[in-house]
């Protein structure tokens, strides 16, 4: 009886492992890998490539085929393309007649394609494919199986701006508001794809904190360099759905508008004491805002493009000063005493940058007052009758 009851119950257990495992292999409730947006870029007109996404790539095996593709219209028109692979992303792209395959079908940037992979031998097959809402649509049949979903949701609240700090790169956090994440369905820890200007994707992790806010991760930093995305810009994202992934295209960036500017005069004691303060007429709000308010090394970039390190020093009251390695810049681009020179504040990744940008001497300003003194008694002489 024990026998026969014990037996009763592996059944009922291989039984329900057999239903849980048709459950989650069931094709409505999973992603279709055969199926992904492609996003016309001006970036990828101008460089005739389209980047694939890595998830679509890697389920389908397409890095082991990179030679050729074939890309079809829905006028059953085909393309021979190059399928190649970009080592240093590791991520496949189309090139050679990629342009001309969205001019023929009346594609600028902005628009998109939903593509299928109808065939996956020695030379793929892409064809362009519709959604389910345009199937419908056409053909009025809402359960047809021959047509991909729908890969974006009608969210609400698609765009998103972000500033980059330098805390951001430093710790390789970039932090989402908080509604952001929540209307889109995003609070939840998982791997996020960031489509780049050129058409390139980047892996970023998409992390939770303790404290519940969501921010990107790994990932994000090699992005922003990538992208030329520089401290205190201000940059937007575009949420896109493929399949289960959501995608982070960076729509537009704009520049935030600051302080970059910073006009010194060299001294006799900034030379022997090797020693330049920065508070030379400098209001306190530009070290603020130039995030350089702190004790550490600094980039001098002379006019020649050799850089030099620094050490930016904390005075007393806050004030800041160039410290060792300043003499050896003020010698090698020709500053001398008496002499004004303006600095521009860059940043190179999580180094503070300050670049030679222009040089104006005081001898220069007094033989410029000098001729314009001995032009007026001149002319003055030159009036009397």
Same mark, same amino acid.
């Given at each position: 009886?024990?026998?026969?009851? &014990? ?7 291989? =039984? ?5 495992? @048709? ?16 996003? @016309? ?9 389209? +980047? ?27 393309? &021979? ?11 496949? +792209? ?13 594609? /600028? ?27 419908? %649509? ?25 500033? $980059? ?9 970039? +932090? $989402? ?25 980047? #892996?970023? /992790?998409?992390?939770? !904190? ?16 990538? /992208? ?18 959501? @995608? ?11 302080? %970059? ?11 022997? /004491? ?35 390190? #620094?050490?930016?020093?904390? !005075?007393?009251?806050? %004030? ?11 010698? &090698? ?22 670049? $030679?940008?222009?040089? !104006? ?8 007052? =000098? ?5 007026? !008694? ?8």
């Amino acid at each position: 009886m024990m026998i026969e009851e &014990a037996s009763d119950h592996q059944d009922n257990n291989i =039984e329900f492992q057999r239903k849980k495992k @048709v459950k989650q292999n069931n094709p409505e409730t999973e992603a279709d890998c055969s199926c992904f947006v492609a996003h @016309v870029t001006a970036a990828s007109l101008e460089r005739d490539a389209l +980047y694939l996404p890595q998830d679509f790539t890697s389920s389908n095996d397409l890095k082991r085929k990179c030679c050729k593709i074939f890309l079809k219209d829905g006028e059953e028109r085909s393309w &021979a393309m190059d399928l190649r692979l970009n080592k240093l992303t590791d991520t496949c +792209y189309i090139s050679r007649g990629w342009k001309h395959f969205c001019d023929e079908n009346g594609k /600028n940037a902005g628009s998109f394609f939903t593509f299928k992979l109808l065939e996956n031998g020695e030379t793929p097959l892409l064809s362009v494919w519709p959604t389910k809402s345009e199937n419908d %649509r056409t053909q009025g049949d809402s359960n047809s199986s021959q047509s991909c979903e729908d890969s974006t949701p009608p969210n609400h609240n698609r765009f998103v701006t972000l500033t $980059l700090t330098n805390d951001s790169l430093k710790s390789s956090r970039l +932090y $989402l508001p908080l509604p952001f994440v929540r209307e889109n369905g995003m609070n939840n820890p998982r791997m996020v794809t960031l489509l780049g200007k050129d058409g390139i994707r980047w #892996a970023a /992790n998409l992390l939770r !904190e303790n404290s519940g806010r969501m921010s990107l991760g790994k990932g994000m930093k090699d992005f922003s360099r990538a /992208n030329g995305l520089k401290i205190g810009e201000s940059f937007t994202l575009e949420l896109i759905w493929e399949n289960a992934t959501p @995608v982070l295209n960076l729509f537009c960036k704009e520049v935030k508008i600051q302080n %970059r500017f910073v006009t010194l005069t060299v001294t006799h004691d900034s030379l022997n /004491n090797n020693r330049l303060n920065l508070f030379q007429g400098l209001p306190l709000s530009f070290m603020r805002e130039n995030d350089m308010n702190k004790p550490g090394k600094i980039t001098l970039l002379g006019n020649d493009g050799t850089k030099w390190i #620094a050490n930016l020093l904390q !005075e007393s009251r806050g %004030r800041m000063s160039l410290g060792k390695g300043w003499k050896e810049f003020a010698k &090698a681009n020709g500053l001398e005493v008496g002499v004004s020179f303006t600095l521009e504040s860059i940043w190179e990744d999580t180094t503070p940058m300050l670049g $030679l940008f222009s040089i !104006e001497s005081t001898s220069d300003k007094r033989q410029q007052r =000098e001729c314009c003194s001995t032009a007026s !008694e001149n002319s003055s002489i030159s009036t009397k009758p």
